[in-house]
């Protein structure tokens, strides 16, 4: 159970916030969306991972918000940075990005207490075929899962909307991790599942906050943890994708928090 004393807590668990506090993640999220923004343009062949962990640490601290991340059960960086098969959680360091490397950068702030989580896909050089087409579908795929974040779905709806559109290109949904509520705390109840039966699961109701963060693999959808107990790579080497946005529910759809005030989201345009 989360530690935020705004709102209420429903009868699945699940957080509602007020009207009054859209305003507070709508601006944590905005943060986190335009350092994703700022960060385009250094993502370059010969860069390293931990050089651009290190501007977007400083544009956190500029902008005079946090790191969620930098303390995170003994984490250490201001973002995640997830080279070409590695799914999420990739540890910022020495390495040097290569010509038509694909990466997801994750950065999560919090602004006034309230926390913006979104990544995005990047191309270090000129972006290749195959993983042009991982991409969109990914991209596509988060945007079918917060069509179907309404009052009235249910959370399975998201899951099974992401799922039979991933599949249906032949790519696979990653299980062994989901999106999760967020608000005045980084995790907090439901697991956001990004695939499952329509229908299934709690009820989405106004007021609730979370993310959707569907990691998609170009073979099967199996990883595993390395020793560093963080970076998690897909089993069979496949290349993985990922975008996630933190979004909270109106009456009638989903607001997204962490849309690019710029309106960038692709890694070439
Ligand atoms: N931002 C990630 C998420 O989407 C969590 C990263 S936790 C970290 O939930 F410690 F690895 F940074
Ligand atoms: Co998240
Ligand atoms: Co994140």
Redesign the pocket.
């Known amino acids: 159970m989360d530690q935020s004393n705004k709102g209420r807590v429903n009868r699945d668990g699940i957080r509602i916030y007020d009207p009054s506090d859209f305003a507070g993640m709508h601006k944590a999220g905005a943060l986190a969306a335009h350092i994703l923004d700022e960060i385009a343009p250094m993502v370059q062949v010969g860069v390293t991972t931990e050089a651009l962990d290190a501007e977007i640490e400083r544009m956190v601290n500029d902008a005079g918000a946090v790191s969620a991340t930098i303390g995170y059960k003994g984490y250490q960086h201001a973002s995640c940075i997830s080279i070409n098969h590695v799914v999420c959680h990739g540890i910022p360091g020495p390495k040097v990005l290569k010509e038509g490397d694909i990466l997801n950068i994750?950065v999560?702030v919090i602004v006034d207490g309230w926390f913006g989580?979104?990544?995005r896909m990047y191309v270090a050089g000129k972006l290749p075929r195959k993983a042009e087409r991982l991409i969109e579908i990914t991209h596509a795929s988060l945007l079918k899962g917060i069509e179907a974040a309404k009052p009235g779905n249910t959370f399975g709806d998201i899951g099974h909307a992401i799922q039979t559109f991933v599949e249906s290109q032949r790519m696979s949904v990653v299980r062994d991790f989901c999106g999760h509520g967020l608000g005045q705390v980084f995790h907090a109840p439901p697991n956001v599942l990004h695939y499952g039966r329509a229908g299934s699961g709690p009820k989405l109701e106004e007021g609730m906050f979370f993310?959707i963060?569907p990691m998609v693999n170009l073979g099967r959808p199996e990883t595993k943890v390395l020793a560093d107990d963080w970076t998690a790579v897909t089993r069979d080497r496949s290349l993985s994708a990922q975008f996630?946005h933190s979004i909270g529910i109106t009456s009638d759809g989903a607001e997204i928090f962490t849309l690019s005030p710029a309106g960038k989201f692709h890694p070439t345009y």
Do not use: I, V
């Open positions: 994750d999560t989580d979104t990544s993310t963060e996630e």
